[in-house]
């Protein structure tokens, strides 16, 4: 029996590969990763590789959602 394409008990493997022969930049396999994470916070490995994916964005100079601070909330004036 064969995994399919959709199966995503690979995904984390599929995303390292990605990520490691160039076809994903790091700030996409971060929001992967995140997807997976939001999905169950002790997804295997994508702690460990969402960590490899975010030195690699900052070695590049990549922007990231890890090195970003959201903005300050908006004040409504009355």
Do not use: C, N
């Not at 975010?54 to 300050?72: I, N």
């Amino acid at each position: 029996m064969g995994a399919t394409a959709t199966d995503e008990r690979y995904a984390v493997v599929r995303i390292k590969l990605a990520l490691f022969d160039g076809s994903m930049p790091s700030g996409a396999a971060m929001q992967a990763l995140i997807q997976l994470m939001r999905k169950d916070p002790d997804w295997p490995g994508a702690k460990a590789l969402y960590q490899t994916a975010s030195s690699s964005a900052f070695e590049t100079r990549q922007s990231s959602a890890a090195h970003s601070h959201p903005p300050p909330p908006v004040e409504r004036k009355r």
